[in-house]
């Protein structure tokens, strides 16, 4: 691959466009940046949950905060990279801000109630009501459902034209949307959830991916290659997401103070970072509030760890750029590092991700969004009744299509659950079932 092409300013749906010869304020990658920032769809991630509950007295992470943050590791890994890329390119200086656009849009496609609403939305389908469009949809439309993927939806989210919007969703430039198919195959291909594209993508991103170089897999005919960036955007939210859980865990009193900084601190060798770890001791005792001094040694590890996988990317350059490099930036850091995550995710897994309150907006969640769908897709399927004309009354402007197929029918009502904010979801669900009544303003 190469970087001149692998930065393509080209914007889909505007690529007759040509750009301004004037001298511009902003370039075009701080348009995609700007643009995604300043979006309906990225202001109600401030509603939706990360891994716990949004409590109404302590503070944790949402998929808004947790974005924002991601997109700022993600911006350092980018401009560390920017300074060792050896190329002509003068769009070269604007990879930080392509990481740093392409990890705020990350997690855009990611349903109400945490991860476990994308497995919601597959179960409707595999094991619930929807199981009866299985021999009514071709092959890839059926694996589209039954193994939905926030990745592949935050791709159709920015690119697709919904009902009165203008070509090319979002129109952000191709490099930009590269970076964020973490998984380059459609869903026919995919052997667990994830996959990078809908069949109803499919086109577009067959059309970025010949414009920008990225080829498919000879070994793996109908994989692609990797957009380089897309190592940086997984790394800094490999990073974030581990290791800020952490941090939200001792908030809330699952994990005891000495548990978490002891976690914090093992990623620090006692030889060779020996001059580091006096440097935090000292901190500490200047320090005395406790959670400042989980945010201060929070903040270390990070940085740390954002070294760690730049180090990676360099030492593996050529592999990347040749799109075979297996595995992730932050599965090849050194052992100390390496072993000090495996127990972070270990605890995570143990401890916080199968702590109670997690657990209870994960079927919650099922419920929720099973019954949703199942009101909403009836309702498309057959909207001639009373019933269903009240139900699709509650259905925006930009979700209503006019095909008579059922594939595309079925994705409008994803479409709009997926886009809801946990209150939303939860607040609609109570309505239609009749356990509380709207209120009158």
């Keep these: 691959m190469d970087w001149n092409k692998l930065l393509s300013t080209k914007r889909l749906g505007m690529e007759d466009w040509e750009t301004s010869k004037k001298k511009e304020d902003r370039s075009q990658f701080q348009r995609d940046y700007d643009r995604i920032i300043f ?13 716990f509950p949004l409590p109404e007295h302590i503070f944790v992470h949402n998929r808004l905060t947790h974005s924002l943050e991601v997109a700022s590791v993600g911006r350092s890994l980018g401009n560390l990279l920017s300074e060792k890329v050896d190329s002509e390119s003068n769009l070269v200086s604007e990879i930080g801000t392509i990481v740093s656009t392409a990890c705020l849009a990350h997690d855009l496609g990611n349903p109400p109630f945490g991860h476990s609403g994308e497995v919601a939305i597959s179960n409707f389908f595999t094991n619930d009501a929807g199981i009866e469009f299985e021999k009514k949809l071709d092959v890839g439309e059926w694996k589209d459902l039954t193994h939905f993927d926030g990745n592949a939806n935050a791709f159709r989210l920015l690119t697709h034209q919904f009902n009165g919007k203008r070509p090319g969703g979002f129109a952000l430039t ?26 109803s993508e499919k086109e577009d991103y067959l059309k970025i991916a010949g414009e920008l ?34 941090e939200d865990a001792f908030k809330l009193g699952i994990l005891s103070y000495d548990t978490t900084k002891e976690l914090y601190l093992d990623f620090y060798h006692p030889v060779q970072d020996k001059k580091s770890l006096g440097s935090i001791e000292n901190t500490l005792r200047r320090v005395t509030d406790r959670n400042e001094q989980i945010s201060y040694l929070r903040a270390g590890v990070i940085g740390k760890l954002i070294h760690e996988c730049m180090d990676v990317f360099v030492q593996n350059q050529d592999t990347i750029m040749n799109g075979v490099f297996e595995g992730s930036l932050i599965g090849a850091i050194r052992e100390k590092q390496s ?9 995570s897994f143990s401890e916080v991700y199968n702590h109670r309150s997690v657990v209870e907006i994960e079927i919650a969640g099922y419920k929720i969004i099973g019954t949703l769908l199942e009101e909403f897709i009836s309702a498309v399927i057959q ?17 209503k299509i006019e095909s008579d197929l059922l594939y595309p029918k079925i994705q409008s009502v994803v479409d709009f659950i997926s886009g ?5 979801a939860l607040d609609l669900y109570r309505k239609i079932k009749g356990i509380s009544l709207p209120e009158v303003v």
């Design 174 to 199: 191709y490099a930009t949307l590269a970076g964020i198919v973490k998984y380059p195959f459609e869903s026919v291909w995919a052997t667990k959830q994830k996959f990078g594209f809908f069949q």
């Design 420 to 424: 809801m904010t946990d209150i939303f």
């Design 383 to 399: 909207p001639g009744n009373l019933y269903s004309k009240k139900i699709l009354s509650l259905l925006p402007g930009q979700y």
């Design 213 to 246: 170089g990225i080829e498919m897999l000879p070994e793996k005919r109908n994989q692609f290659q990797r957009h380089p960036l897309v190592y940086l955007v997984e790394a800094a939210d490999d990073i974030c997401y581990q290791i800020m859980d952490l």
């Design 339 to 347: 072993e000090a995550m495996k127990v972070v995710k270990e605890i």
């Design 39 to 51: 979006s309906s769809p990225f202001r109600r991630m401030q509603n939706k949950t990360q891994v």
